[in-house]
């Protein structure tokens, strides 16, 4: 049983260094100190009208949770969890499958701490591997984190069920990392 366990767990490692070789997420470099935050949490982006492999450019609207919020350099412990909505837009090559994440997604939103604070940030979204460095980030202009970036890394991502027939209108991550320096 143990080798079982530890040939799955190889396996698995391995899995995962292949997809970062081929799938990095390469973010800006941060202006704050490393470790000001870590969370975990989940994200809906939605798209108004359904992104098609002809229709490349939408409204797109975010919502979101985090929780279990630690601050490694104790900057910020009083950071616990929030939620976030914000709204912007989206665009991708034309000819993209309906259900492919290839798009760039561009947004202003706000975070509502547990503490009754908010943040405002910028959201770039970018799995467009032509349109510049693969990156899920946010940069914070007001409240607290402002001058961090956020660096955000799903788990899992899945589109709306029936993308391939009525185009993509939803992008869902139910389990992320997110990251502030």
């Not at 969370?39 to 108004?48: K, V």
């Not at 919020?69 to 929030?82: A, E, I, M, V």
Request: charged content about 15%.
């Amino acid at each position: 049983m143990r080798k079982s366990r530890t040939s799955r767990f190889r396996r698995s490692a391995a899995a995962v260094a292949a997809a970062l070789l081929l799938f990095p997420l390469n973010a800006p470099t941060a202006s704050a100190a490393v470790g000001d935050l870590a969370c975990t949490g989940n994200f809906q982006f939605n798209f108004t009208p359904p992104l098609t492999s002809s229709t490349t450019t939408a409204d797109a609207e975010v919502s979101g949770g985090l929780v279990d919020c630690f601050s490694l350099n104790g900057s910020y412990t009083r950071l616990k969890s929030g939620y976030r909505t914000g709204v912007g837009t989206v665009s991708r090559p034309l000819g993209t499958a309906p259900c492919a994440p290839i798009m760039t997604i561009t947004e202003g939103a706000v975070l509502y701490w547990n503490t009754g604070e908010r943040s405002k940030f910028d959201i770039t979204v970018n799995t467009d591997p032509t349109s510049g460095d693969l990156a899920i980030s946010a940069y914070f202009t007001q409240g607290p984190l402002a001058g961090d970036t956020a660096n955000a890394y799903p788990i899992v991502l899945h589109p709306n069920a029936d993308c391939a027939t009525n185009g993509l209108s939803s992008l869902t991550s139910d389990l992320l990392e997110v990251f502030w320096e």
